[in-house]
């Protein structure tokens, strides 16, 4: 007997399993228990966390300086006149005045904000062709373009689809009046308010030696008053696809009420350590019709901080979701106390 | 048992159902059953007047002619029969058995189209095909195809691993070979290339292929040999016999080749028991039985070859007719999860339908007057609507899980494994691992609520061993040394001195032997040559070493012992038979030989010794030794009291004692014997009368005890289950006295259990059945009446009963022949009418009746049926499933277990054992019974746990994720706008989210298998479908909606108005979708880490490994370089590194997820403060029990009963013994073969018989 399990142990079974801590389910570990200290501590410190948030958050957004000037309504007549479609010819110039109480000080962003403009709707979404705006060769006839596509005589649209058709198209110039008498051209910049991957990544103009030639053989989108090679005829870094307002404005929004950085301040002169307190105009040629869908136009100058804009969605809602959770902790202790004496 | 309880059992034939004899399998032939033949004895002698009768039962169904040698016969136009269309096939099968599925050139439409019958699969291919029209589709085509292509790649690997494995198999089983005849010739063929009619040779050992007629054997009179283990459990031999005219005819290869007998006989059929036909040959026709029958599975034993013809192949033999229909299984889960994608399909329409009339209406609205979304179609509001219904259907398709069902196989798989693997569930000796064979049933495993289970081999070890004797007031088979004192450390008795010892036999009593060897006491020596002498055992001696053939284990184990302890019975003839004694050999004359029967439950011989001294030798159970005891017998109450003892220990005792006989009593006996052995009529009950007679004043030597050895721990095993509320049934096709007896030794029955039989519930039932007829008529308050139990509660009550009595009870048979007969010829409109009247009602009370049974049964803590064939079993296992609506399992070993092991919910098979029948159609195999508590208990009520909490993780996630598209939709015209990227929502799914949730619902452990082991009634959630319901459903269902309101409107709050640090992009859609897509991913996989109970390495790995590979592929779909190449397809160029450089997004996205998490952490905590579960209060004392543990040994239940009135009885086998066959000589008389195979190495005394015969 003694021979035979000697001998049994001696040759390894065959079909004898493995003894392994992952085979045989004895993997080290750490069994996750939801103890009363490590629950109420956590609950406290991270509602005390939030709460501080919260309110820093607030206090920061209380620094930005935010004013917005609803132009829609102030330029009610070119609004109506851009009602009828027929009109489009017809320049239409509207001046909106505003006057800062306070100086702006840092960095002032000028948008234009739209509101019940849908940019998320599907069918806008999909319309464009990604690869006619990399410069490509392409037949956008088989792009989601459709119907903005090719005219009917054959020539191709550039660029093509809903987005760059419905272009916003507005020009706003700002003027800054220091006294009742001086008007200053407030110096803006168009270059660089989009990301560096849209402008170096995402847009390119055909390969040509000049514009004009490169997009030789297309026509401007039906709504465009110009062919996309003039849309910035003093620069050409910013002509073409590459436009910076056309590259912002083909960045869809993600909700029907949005703005877009238009403009930045530059800073130099009078205007070094921002927008000085004191009179201001706008003066916008007025293209962009909005009152058909019962939308609404807007221009915003804001500064900003850290966290962005002033918004203080963020801010509120980390302090509330902080008092809560702290109250949260105690309603727990106390039952957790209540509970354990029984 | 006390004596009344034994006498209860020979019931008068007539009127009540017989414990003893076992039902046919079949329900379908009653009829046929009427005219079954007397049993044929095997004298030949009245062979003219059945050949008549058997020609009458043949006409009815001729239609299965079998001719030897003639293969192109069985190819006639009349054989054949129409299978599809006008294609015709044989109808006799080949005896190739298919197992397989696949062949390398229909693998893949055969796959591809099973797996597009799961509605799932189709699911996504409908929606593959709505995405391909460019009207409505909102997502592009791979969002779908990549994962739909996933699925189906690894469900077709699977299923191909599986094939492959069943290939194998069939490879193995259909190339085994052996001889048949082909041109006059012997000739090894592969068994898949046997058909009808072949003759084939079968050599020692062998299986047999197919359905064959014995022909001749090397044996004398053809006689052969078999073990019928796959086939009905039992491992004792069986003997077979030929016709005579072919033991004669047909021995020689060429007689054999020109054979060409015809046989006709019954259809195939599944009675393993009964077989008639006729063999006509030289114009003379010829009855056949079953006992000139070989079934496939059968092994040839102790039979050098034999021949045969075969009758039925394939599908057509007995044993695959038995075998049930092979049933998809479908765990509880699999169906409540697909009214769960039901429920969220109808979900997904309602939510659908919902947008496309919003969308209609803001078309209406707004729309219309959006000059910017001019598109050139002028299609009108509602039908823009219902193009944005199927968009909107394809974005929220992912609310119905794609990966759900794959995932869940691959769960399952797992699971398959970890049980494969475990090490405690290895059986040693065998070598034999657990192994899941069906991978698909894992979390079942932690819903059963009925175990039924086989008893030899299953519960038992079916070896019994000799364990203690009580001798002249004495009891041996305690540990003690050679003088008799008790000892501490035993040792093991040597047996060096007896040459004939097998070695085999573990014995502790050192002074038994020492008595023997002295010889100090007679009777010591007496009693052990008793054993030696009283017997129907055969020996083989062929190989140098004595084996027996035994007709029943337990007389096995005596003469073995007897073998052991100095008295080996060397050899028999008809009438001799020659025993060693401690070393002297001596024959004895046989006088007679007193066979044993289940009536008379005991046994003699009546020996001449060479002194010409004559006694009887007798043993037999005690009640009806005790009987026919003489008077004056000093030992009478001693041995009583030894025989209580043994009885409490659960072994099985037998008295022993003898009688001298004076010659002229013998003389006078013996004239009464001849008389009565050839009487034709009654000759049993004569012979049973005079056996009576002389059967008396016997004088007792002692009693032995014979363990039936159960499986180690089985009793441990069985208490673990009963506490976990599982309840088990033990289904056997032993004799009632043996099922109850190892009902006590593996405590499912104790001396508390009241124990009701047949009889006793027959009545009950009876009542009941009259008391719900009546109120049907009355309608009385019936609901609360009908259901009051059967019982007064209280006492602890098991059901013994047999398979007649089931019968009875469930109307299987009388009423409905009964009826039958009856109702054979309607001849008005109205008899026909009442004919289906009656017939309902009979179905009805059927129904009732086995409704009231099921109830009844189930109140009683344990049942026991016992002399049950294969298809009762499986008739039970349905009962219960039926009318109980509960899991069920079964467990055997034998081929007798298959149909049950395939009807219930689960089978398993015990491995390891010879036969492979059950292993092969089971779920679950292993070595032993014991590891079952392993099975359920640990595997069952992981998977179980795994499986649920994976379940409401994954309904959870998906619409979290989902939802969010809903919420936006609100805000952007309802036109179906994704809320995040195309390559996120093909991703999330495969990748983002979906390994930890894999890694939970393979490693998960709330509390580790010890404590599974320990705490028994945590098993009891998952036979409640606590964990996973409908309920849970809507609870993750509600959670996911919870998510994802937060997921979208945090960010919408945050975008609203402005972002960006520098200004830029302030509210962009690509930069909401990545907030978006990241708040989820952070939410949902920290939720799967709060919900992970088992953190190891690899969960933590899969969290942050998720997580990380979100960002990784984000940031590489966002990179530059992509983008330049496939302008289309990746558009988010940029997005990511500008997003995620704000803070104030991160401070969104953190937000987001803190709300999404706290309030669960904190109802957790809640829920585990105020109400926490069983395993929660387990797995706060963790460490409590940890160090328990170490001090913690099992206890045993050492305690037992005093005194009990249970007797164990004499149990021998269904069969009579060998008397019959030793005493005619048969198999002595004449021979060719070699004789000692069968007689030994006296070959001269054989032939003196052989002469004086």
Same mark, same amino acid.
């Given at each position: 007997?003694?021979?035979?399990?000697?001998?049994?142990?001696?040759?390894?079974?065959?079909?004898?399993?493995?003894?392994?801590?992952?085979?045989?389910?004895?993997?080290?570990?750490?069994?996750?228990?939801?103890?009363?200290?490590?629950?109420?501590?956590?609950?406290?410190?991270?509602?005390?966390?939030?709460?501080?948030?919260?309110?820093?958050?607030?206090?920061?957004?209380?620094?930005?300086?935010?004013?917005?000037?609803?132009?829609?309504?102030?330029?009610?007549?070119?609004?109506?006149?851009?009602?009828?479609?027929?009109?489009?010819?017809?320049?239409?110039?509207?001046?909106?005045?505003?006057?800062?109480?306070?100086?702006?000080?840092?960095?002032?962003?000028?948008?234009?904000?739209?509101?019940?403009?849908?940019?998320?709707?599907?069918?806008?979404?999909?319309?464009?062709?990604?690869?006619?705006?990399?410069?490509?060769?392409?037949?956008?006839?088989?792009?989601?373009?459709?119907?903005?596509?090719?005219?009917?005589?054959?020539?191709?649209?550039?660029?093509?689809?809903?987005?760059?058709?419905?272009?916003?198209?507005?020009?706003?110039?700002?003027?800054?009046?220091?006294?009742?008498?001086?008007?200053?051209?407030?110096?803006?910049?168009?270059?660089?308010?989009?990301?560096?991957?849209?402008?170096?990544?995402?847009?390119?103009?055909?390969?040509?030696?000049?514009?004009?030639?490169?997009?030789?053989?297309?026509?401007?989108?039906?709504?465009?008053?110009?062919?996309?090679?003039?849309?910035?005829?003093?620069?050409?870094?910013?002509?073409?696809?590459?436009?910076?307002?056309?590259?912002?404005?083909?960045?869809?929004?993600?909700?029907?009420?949005?703005?877009?950085?238009?403009?930045?301040?530059?800073?130099?002169?009078?205007?070094?350590?921002?927008?000085?307190?004191?009179?201001?105009?706008?003066?916008?040629?007025?293209?962009?019709?909005?009152?058909?869908?019962?939308?609404?136009?807007?221009?915003?100058?804001?500064?900003?901080?850290?966290?962005?804009?002033?918004?203080?969605?963020?801010?509120?809602?980390?302090?509330?979701?902080?008092?809560?959770?702290?109250?949260?902790?105690?309603?727990?202790?106390?039952?957790?106390?209540?509970?354990?004496?029984? | 048992?006390?004596?009344?309880?034994?006498?209860?059992?020979?019931?008068?034939?007539?009127?009540?159902?017989?414990?003893?004899?076992?039902?046919?399998?079949?329900?379908?032939?009653?009829?046929?059953?009427?005219?079954?033949?007397?049993?044929?004895?095997?004298?030949?002698?009245?062979?003219?007047?059945?050949?008549?009768?058997?020609?009458?039962?043949?006409?009815?169904?001729?239609?299965?002619?079998?001719?030897?040698?003639?293969?192109?016969?069985?190819?006639?136009?009349?054989?054949?029969?129409?299978?599809?269309?006008?294609?015709?096939?044989?109808?006799?099968?080949?005896?190739?058995?298919?197992?397989?599925?696949?062949?390398?050139?229909?693998?893949?439409?055969?796959?591809?189209?099973?797996?597009?019958?799961?509605?799932?699969?189709?699911?996504?291919?409908?929606?593959?095909?709505?995405?391909?029209?460019?009207?409505?589709?909102?997502?592009?085509?791979?969002?779908?195809?990549?994962?739909?292509?996933?699925?189906?790649?690894?469900?077709?690997?699977?299923?191909?691993?599986?094939?492959?494995?069943?290939?194998?198999?069939?490879?193995?089983?259909?190339?085994?070979?052996?001889?048949?005849?082909?041109?006059?010739?012997?000739?090894?063929?592969?068994?898949?290339?046997?058909?009808?009619?072949?003759?084939?040779?079968?050599?020692?050992?062998?299986?047999?292929?197919?359905?064959?007629?014995?022909?001749?054997?090397?044996?004398?009179?053809?006689?052969?040999?078999?073990?019928?283990?796959?086939?009905?459990?039992?491992?004792?031999?069986?003997?077979?016999?030929?016709?005579?005219?072919?033991?004669?005819?047909?021995?020689?290869?060429?007689?054999?080749?020109?054979?060409?007998?015809?046989?006709?006989?019954?259809?195939?059929?599944?009675?393993?028991?009964?077989?008639?036909?006729?063999?006509?040959?030289?114009?003379?026709?010829?009855?056949?039985?079953?006992?000139?029958?070989?079934?496939?599975?059968?092994?040839?034993?102790?039979?050098?070859?034999?021949?045969?013809?075969?009758?039925?192949?394939?599908?057509?033999?007995?044993?695959?007719?038995?075998?049930?229909?092979?049933?998809?299984?479908?765990?509880?889960?699999?169906?409540?999860?697909?009214?769960?994608?039901?429920?969220?399909?109808?979900?997904?329409?309602?939510?659908?339908?919902?947008?496309?009339?919003?969308?209609?209406?803001?078309?209406?609205?707004?729309?219309?007057?959006?000059?910017?979304?001019?598109?050139?179609?002028?299609?009108?509001?509602?039908?823009?609507?219902?193009?944005?219904?199927?968009?909107?259907?394809?974005?929220?398709?992912?609310?119905?899980?794609?990966?759900?069902?794959?995932?869940?196989?691959?769960?399952?798989?797992?699971?398959?494994?970890?049980?494969?693997?475990?090490?405690?569930?290895?059986?040693?000796?065998?070598?034999?691992?657990?192994?899941?064979?069906?991978?698909?049933?894992?979390?079942?495993?932690?819903?059963?609520?009925?175990?039924?289970?086989?008893?030899?081999?299953?519960?038992?070890?079916?070896?019994?061993?000799?364990?203690?004797?009580?001798?002249?007031?004495?009891?041996?088979?305690?540990?003690?040394?050679?003088?008799?004192?008790?000892?501490?450390?035993?040792?093991?008795?040597?047996?060096?001195?007896?040459?004939?010892?097998?070695?085999?036999?573990?014995?502790?009593?050192?002074?038994?032997?020492?008595?023997?060897?002295?010889?100090?006491?007679?009777?010591?020596?007496?009693?052990?040559?008793?054993?030696?002498?009283?017997?129907?055992?055969?020996?083989?001696?062929?190989?140098?070493?004595?084996?027996?053939?035994?007709?029943?284990?337990?007389?096995?184990?005596?003469?073995?012992?007897?073998?052991?302890?100095?008295?080996?019975?060397?050899?028999?003839?008809?009438?001799?038979?020659?025993?060693?004694?401690?070393?002297?050999?001596?024959?004895?004359?046989?006088?007679?030989?007193?066979?044993?029967?289940?009536?008379?439950?005991?046994?003699?011989?009546?020996?001449?010794?060479?002194?010409?001294?004559?006694?009887?030798?007798?043993?037999?159970?005690?009640?009806?030794?005790?009987?026919?005891?003489?008077?004056?017998?000093?030992?009478?109450?001693?041995?009583?009291?030894?025989?209580?003892?043994?009885?409490?220990?659960?072994?099985?005792?037998?008295?022993?004692?003898?009688?001298?006989?004076?010659?002229?009593?013998?003389?006078?006996?013996?004239?009464?014997?001849?008389?009565?052995?050839?009487?034709?009529?009654?000759?049993?009950?004569?012979?049973?009368?005079?056996?009576?007679?002389?059967?008396?004043?016997?004088?007792?030597?002692?009693?032995?005890?014979?363990?039936?050895?159960?499986?180690?721990?089985?009793?441990?095993?069985?208490?673990? /289950?009963? *506490?976990?509320?599982? +309840?088990?049934?033990? %289904?056997?096709?032993?004799?009632?006295? @043996? $099922? &109850?007896?190892?009902?006590?030794?593996?405590?499912?029955?104790?001396?508390?259990?009241?124990?009701?039989?047949?009889?006793?519930?027959?009545?009950?039932?009876?009542?009941?059945?009259?008391?719900?007829?009546?109120?049907?008529?009355?309608?009385?308050?019936?609901?609360?009446?009908?259901?009051?139990?059967?019982?007064?509660?209280?006492?602890?009550?098991?059901?013994?009963?047999?398979?007649?009595?089931?019968?009875?009870?469930? /109307?299987? *048979?009388?009423?409905? +022949?009964?009826?039958? %007969?009856?109702?054979?010829?309607?001849? @008005? $409109? &109205?008899?026909?009418?009442?004919?289906?009247?009656?017939?309902?009602?009979?179905?009805?009370?059927?129904?009732?009746?086995?409704?009231?049974?099921?109830?009844?049964?189930?109140?009683?803590?344990?049942?026991?049926?016992?002399?049950?064939?294969?298809?009762?079993?499986?008739?039970?296992?349905?009962?219960?499933?039926?009318?109980?609506?509960?899991?069920?399992?079964?467990?055997?070993?034998?081929?007798?277990?298959?149909?049950?092991?395939?009807?219930?919910?689960?089978?398993?098979?015990?491995?390891?054992?010879?036969?492979?029948?059950?292993?092969?159609?089971?779920?679950?195999?292993?070595?032993?019974?014991?590891?079952?508590?392993?099975?359920?208990?640990?595997?069952?009520?992981?998977?179980?746990?795994?499986?649920?909490?994976?379940?409401?993780?994954?309904?959870?996630?998906?619409?979290?994720?989902?939802?969010?598209?809903?919420?936006?939709?609100?805000?952007?015209?309802?036109?179906?706008?994704?809320?995040?990227?195309?390559?996120?929502?093909?991703?999330?799914?495969?990748?983002?989210?979906?390994?930890?949730?894999?890694?939970?619902?393979?490693?998960?452990?709330?509390?580790?298998?010890?404590?599974?082991?320990?705490?028994?009634?945590?098993?009891?959630?998952?036979?409640?479908?606590?964990?996973?319901?409908?309920?849970?459903?809507?609870?993750?269902?509600?959670?996911?909606?919870?998510?994802?309101?937060?997921?979208?409107?945090?960010?919408?709050?945050?975008?609203?108005?402005?972002?960006?640090?520098?200004?830029?992009?302030?509210?962009?859609?690509?930069?909401?979708?990545?907030?978006?897509?990241?708040?989820?991913?952070?939410?949902?996989?920290?939720?799967?880490?709060?919900?992970?109970?088992?953190?190891?390495?690899?969960?933590?790995?899969?969290?942050?490994?998720?997580?990380?590979?979100?960002?990784?592929?984000?940031?590489?779909?966002?990179?530059?370089?992509?983008?330049?190449?496939?302008?289309?397809?990746?558009?988010?160029?940029?997005?990511?590194?500008?997003?995620?450089?704000?803070?104030?997004?991160?401070?969104?996205?953190?937000?987001?997820?803190?709300?999404?998490?706290?309030?669960?952490?904190?109802?957790?905590?809640?829920?585990?403060?105020?109400?926490?579960?069983?395993?929660?209060?387990?797995?706060?004392?963790?460490?409590?029990?940890?160090?328990?543990?170490?001090?913690?040994?099992?206890?045993?239940?050492?305690?037992?009963?005093?005194?009990?009135?249970?007797?164990?009885?004499?149990?021998?086998?269904?069969?009579?013994?060998?008397?019959?066959?030793?005493?005619?000589?048969?198999?002595?008389?004449?021979?060719?073969?070699?004789?000692?195979?069968?007689?030994?190495?006296?070959?001269?005394?054989?032939?003196?018989?052989?002469?004086?015969?």
């Amino acid at each position: 007997m003694t021979n035979k399990s000697s001998k049994r142990t001696q040759q390894h079974p065959s079909r004898c399993p493995d003894n392994s801590a992952f085979k045989q389910q004895r993997l080290p570990a750490s069994e996750l228990e939801l103890t009363a200290p490590a629950v109420l501590s956590s609950f406290f410190i991270i509602g005390l966390v939030c709460l501080a948030v919260g309110i820093c958050l607030i206090l920061t957004v209380l620094r930005v300086q935010e004013i917005q000037i609803n132009y829609s309504d102030i330029c009610s007549n070119c609004s109506k006149l851009r009602e009828n479609a027929s009109n489009w010819k017809t320049e239409c110039h509207c001046t909106a005045n505003f006057t800062l109480e306070l100086s702006m000080e840092g960095d002032v962003l000028m948008y234009y904000g739209l509101q019940n403009f849908f940019q998320n709707h599907r069918r806008y979404v999909i319309s464009r062709s990604n690869a006619q705006l990399l410069g490509k060769d392409v037949n956008i006839e088989n792009s989601n373009c459709e119907p903005f596509t090719i005219y009917p005589n054959g020539t191709p649209m550039a660029p093509c689809g809903a987005i760059a058709n419905s272009m916003f198209n507005d020009t706003i110039h700002l003027s800054y009046y220091p006294n009742s008498t001086t008007v200053i051209q407030v110096p803006l910049l168009k270059r660089g308010n989009s990301w560096w991957t849209d402008k170096n990544v995402k847009f390119f103009n055909p390969p040509s030696h000049n514009l004009s030639s490169a997009f030789a053989g297309s026509a401007r989108p039906p709504y465009w008053e110009k062919p996309v090679y003039l849309l910035d005829e003093e620069d050409d870094e910013n002509n073409g696809y590459k436009n910076d307002d056309f590259i912002i404005w083909m960045r869809v929004s993600a909700f029907a009420t949005f703005k877009n950085l238009y403009r930045r301040l530059s800073r130099i002169n009078e205007f070094a350590d921002g927008l000085p307190a004191g009179n201001y105009s706008l003066h916008i040629s007025y293209n962009f019709p909005v009152t058909k869908f019962r939308g609404k136009k807007q221009v915003v100058f804001s500064t900003v901080v850290w966290s962005g804009g002033r918004n203080f969605f963020l801010g509120i809602a980390y302090t509330i979701s902080g008092a809560v959770i702290l109250l949260a902790g105690f309603i727990l202790m106390a039952l957790h106390l209540k509970l354990r004496k029984k | 048992m006390n004596s009344e309880r034994d006498s209860e059992t020979t019931f008068d034939e007539d009127s009540q159902p017989n414990d003893e004899v076992m039902p046919y399998s079949d329900d379908e032939t009653e009829d046929e059953l009427d005219t079954q033949q007397p049993a044929i004895e095997p004298e030949q002698n009245r062979i003219n007047r059945e050949s008549e009768e058997s020609r009458e039962t043949m006409r009815r169904d001729s239609g299965w002619q079998v001719k030897a040698n003639d293969r192109s016969f069985h190819e006639q136009p009349q054989f054949q029969k129409t299978t599809f269309l006008c294609v015709k096939k044989s109808k006799y099968a080949e005896n190739a058995i298919k197992t397989y599925k696949y062949n390398p050139i229909t693998f893949l439409p055969l796959n591809l189209f099973e797996q597009f019958k799961r509605a799932a699969n189709f699911y996504f291919l409908i929606l593959l095909i709505l995405q391909t029209i460019p009207q409505i589709t909102t997502l592009s085509w791979y969002t779908t195809l990549v994962p739909l292509l996933l699925v189906l790649v690894i469900t077709a690997i699977k299923d191909l691993v599986d094939d492959i494995a069943r290939h194998w198999m069939y490879n193995e089983i259909n190339n085994r070979t052996c001889d048949v005849i082909k041109d006059g010739r012997f000739k090894a063929t592969k068994w898949k290339d046997i058909k009808v009619g072949d003759i084939i040779r079968l050599k020692k050992n062998n299986f047999v292929p197919a359905d064959i007629l014995l022909l001749s054997s090397s044996e004398p009179n053809s006689l052969c040999y078999v073990e019928t283990a796959e086939l009905d459990g039992e491992t004792n031999l069986k003997f077979k016999m030929s016709l005579e005219v072919t033991d004669r005819y047909l021995q020689e290869e060429n007689a054999m080749a020109e054979f060409d007998g015809l046989i006709e006989c019954e259809e195939p059929n599944n009675r393993l028991d009964k077989f008639t036909g006729t063999l006509l040959w030289r114009n003379v026709r010829y009855p056949l039985d079953a006992d000139k029958i070989l079934l496939r599975g059968c092994k040839i034993r102790n039979t050098d070859f034999c021949h045969g013809v075969v009758i039925f192949a394939g599908a057509d033999t007995k044993i695959m007719k038995n075998s049930g229909k092979t049933r998809f299984k479908r765990t509880k889960i699999d169906s409540l999860m697909n009214y769960m994608v039901y429920t969220i399909f109808v979900f997904l329409i309602l939510l659908s339908a919902g947008l496309a009339i919003g969308h209609t209406y803001w078309e209406q609205q707004i729309g219309n007057s959006s000059w910017y979304l001019y598109d050139g179609q002028d299609y009108s509001p509602p039908y823009r609507g219902f193009l944005n219904f199927w968009g909107c259907i394809i974005v929220l398709n992912t609310m119905v899980p794609i990966s759900l069902y794959v995932s869940v196989e691959v769960i399952r798989l797992g699971q398959s494994y970890f049980i494969n693997w475990d090490l405690q569930m290895y059986y040693a000796e065998k070598d034999t691992a657990a192994k899941a064979r069906t991978t698909t049933l894992n979390e079942q495993l932690g819903q059963i609520h009925y175990i039924f289970s086989d008893k030899t081999g299953t519960l038992t070890q079916n070896i019994m061993t000799f364990k203690k004797c009580f001798i002249n007031g004495e009891t041996y088979g305690e540990y003690r040394d050679r003088r008799g004192q008790p000892q501490n450390n035993p040792e093991e008795a040597d047996f060096s001195w007896n040459m004939y010892a097998d070695g085999k036999l573990t014995f502790y009593d050192q002074y038994l032997i020492e008595q023997i060897r002295l010889g100090n006491e007679p009777e010591v020596r007496q009693f052990f040559f008793l054993l030696a002498i009283c017997h129907t055992v055969m020996v083989d001696a062929s190989e140098g070493d004595l084996s027996y053939q035994a007709a029943s284990p337990d007389e096995g184990a005596l003469v073995t012992a007897a073998r052991n302890f100095g008295f080996a019975f060397l050899s028999r003839t008809q009438n001799t038979i020659t025993i060693s004694e401690m070393g002297i050999e001596r024959t004895y004359d046989v006088l007679a030989i007193l066979d044993f029967n289940s009536d008379r439950k005991r046994m003699s011989v009546v020996v001449r010794d060479p002194n010409g001294n004559i006694r009887l030798y007798c043993k037999g159970a005690d009640t009806v030794i005790y009987e026919r005891l003489h008077p004056r017998n000093p030992r009478r109450q001693d041995t009583q009291e030894a025989l209580d003892t043994f009885a409490v220990e659960t072994l099985r005792t037998l008295c022993l004692c003898y009688k001298d006989i004076s010659h002229d009593e013998y003389k006078a006996w013996n004239k009464k014997f001849m008389a009565a052995s050839v009487a034709s009529s009654n000759r049993d009950e004569a012979l049973d009368k005079v056996y009576e007679e002389i059967e008396k004043n016997l004088i007792l030597l002692g009693a032995t005890a014979i363990e039936d050895k159960l499986q180690d721990g089985v009793p441990e095993t069985i208490s673990k /289950l009963a *506490k976990a509320d599982i +309840k088990i049934w033990v %289904l056997t096709g032993d004799k009632k006295e @043996t $099922a &109850e007896n190892i009902g006590f030794s593996c405590e499912l029955l104790t001396d508390e259990t009241t124990i009701c039989y047949g009889e006793d519930i027959s009545a009950l039932l009876q009542t009941r059945l009259e008391n719900q007829k009546n109120r049907i008529g009355s309608n009385v308050n019936s609901s609360q009446r009908a259901n009051e139990p059967f019982f007064q509660s209280g006492r602890n009550r098991a059901l013994i009963i047999t398979g007649s009595w089931l019968n009875e009870i469930l /109307l299987e *048979k009388k009423k409905k +022949k009964k009826k039958l %007969l009856k109702l054979k010829f309607p001849k @008005t $409109a &109205e008899e026909k009418q009442n004919r289906v009247q009656n017939k309902r009602r009979a179905e009805a009370m059927k129904e009732q009746q086995q409704k009231n049974f099921v109830d009844l049964a189930c109140e009683c803590s344990s049942v026991i049926c016992c002399r049950v064939t294969p298809k009762q079993k499986a008739m039970v296992v349905e009962l219960v499933k039926k009318y109980k609506k509960a899991i069920t399992l079964a467990i055997g070993d034998g081929a007798n277990d298959v149909n049950m092991i395939k009807t219930a919910h689960i089978g398993v098979g015990i491995s390891g054992q010879e036969g492979m029948q059950a292993v092969m159609s089971s779920d679950y195999s292993f070595g032993q019974f014991r590891y079952l508590q392993r099975l359920l208990l640990v595997h069952g009520r992981w998977s179980y746990i795994r499986m649920c909490k994976f379940l409401r993780y994954f309904f959870y996630k998906n619409f979290a994720f989902t939802l969010v598209h809903f919420w936006y939709s609100f805000f952007n015209g309802y036109s179906s706008q994704t809320a995040y990227e195309d390559w996120f929502i093909t991703l999330y799914n495969v990748l983002y989210s979906s390994l930890p949730v894999l890694l939970v619902g393979l490693l998960d452990q709330d509390v580790s298998d010890k404590l599974s082991l320990r705490f028994p009634s945590l098993y009891v959630s998952g036979q409640k479908d606590l964990l996973f319901n409908y309920k849970k459903f809507f609870v993750s269902l509600i959670h996911g909606v919870i998510t994802s309101l937060i997921i979208f409107f945090i960010p919408y709050g945050a975008y609203l108005q402005t972002m960006g640090q520098d200004g830029e992009a302030p509210s962009d859609y690509q930069s909401f979708a990545v907030t978006a897509a990241s708040s989820l991913i952070f939410a949902v996989n920290f939720q799967m880490g709060l919900d992970t109970s088992y953190w190891t390495f690899v969960n933590a790995f899969s969290i942050f490994g998720s997580i990380a590979l979100y960002f990784g592929i984000m940031f590489d779909i966002h990179s530059a370089g992509i983008h330049v190449l496939f302008p289309s397809a990746f558009q988010f160029t940029g997005t990511a590194p500008n997003a995620l450089r704000q803070p104030y997004l991160w401070l969104t996205i953190i937000l987001s997820v803190a709300v999404c998490l706290l309030p669960v952490v904190a109802l957790n905590f809640l829920t585990m403060t105020i109400w926490p579960s069983e395993s929660n209060k387990i797995q706060k004392n963790r460490k409590k029990y940890k160090a328990e543990e170490e001090q913690w040994k099992r206890r045993r239940s050492v305690f037992r009963r005093g005194i009990s009135g249970r007797r164990s009885a004499y149990a021998f086998s269904h069969q009579r013994g060998y008397a019959d066959l030793i005493a005619s000589g048969r198999n002595i008389r004449r021979r060719r073969a070699p004789l000692d195979a069968v007689l030994g190495h006296n070959m001269s005394e054989v032939r003196e018989a052989g002469e004086t015969s």
